[in-house]
């Protein structure tokens, strides 16, 4: 890739970000310097800064950080970069033009967070089980993942088996959930990622609003042969 399509790539994921930022924000999908945003590049990362209010957001001091994590330029990088790297490596797999990973403190996942109630599974304890159809299809299953303080590697390193043990049974995730933090959200661009953040909420807050039955196997069957559906 030449320099001129390197700088160009680089700016608009500058801009996407911020985009994306603001509208979460306005929406109340992030609130005061909650969250973060980042993006995987051909030469590198980048990531919101520390304490940034995703709502406003400048991008030129969005943090660009080489292959190796290694900070070039921008504000402070968001302490959250050594999961958000992890999530990219991780996703090779089966996903591997993954290229935005979004973390929120969203109301209604956290609310549901709280209540501990675990759905239990195959695979590991989940937070969501599959009420409505486009939670199906545009998000998938979205491992719980215990409580650990801000930043600690032992959340990384849950997150990344968790996405590990799916992929050995053929299952692409798309989000996890953080207890009493909020979800990381990922896919192959910021609007992507951010579409998904939407419905995860929104399924997170219809569970908290009714007590809906799952759909069962033969109805999640029907959505796996007609829409190629992952479940």
């Known amino acids: 890739m030449s320099q001129v399509h390197v700088h160009t790539a680089m700016n608009q994921a500058r801009e996407d970000m911020c985009r994306v930022g603001r509208s979460l924000f306005e929406r109340g999908y992030v609130h005061a310097t909650a969250g973060n945003i980042s993006m995987r590049l051909a030469e590198g990362f980048l990531i919101t800064p520390t304490d940034a209010c995703l709502g406003f957001l400048d991008p030129n001091d969005l943090a660009h950080l080489d292959a190796n994590g290694v900070q070039l330029s921008g504000a402070r990088a968001s302490k959250t970069l050594g999961l958000h790297r992890r999530i990219y490596s991780a996703t090779q797999k089966l996903s591997p033009a993954t290229a935005c990973v979004i973390h929120s403190h969203s109301t209604h996942l956290v609310a549901l967070s709280l209540q501990n109630t675990v759905l239990q599974t195959a695979w590991g304890p989940e937070l969501l089980a599959p009420i409505t159809p486009y939670f199906v299809m545009k998000v998938g299953h979205v491992p719980l993942i215990a409580y650990h303080k801000p930043g600690d590697v032992a959340s990384a390193d849950a997150v ?55 759909l069962d196997d033969s109805r999640i069957e029907e959505l796996r042969q007609t829409f190629g559906a992952h479940w």
């Open 160 to 214: 990344e088996h968790a996405i590990q043990r799916y992929a050995d049974h053929d299952l692409a995730l798309h989000a996890v959930m953080l207890s009493r933090l909020g979800p990381n959200v990922w896919h192959d661009s910021p609007a992507q990622a951010m579409a998904t953040l939407e419905e995860l909420e929104e399924t997170a807050r219809l569970s908290l609003l009714t007590q809906a039955e799952p």
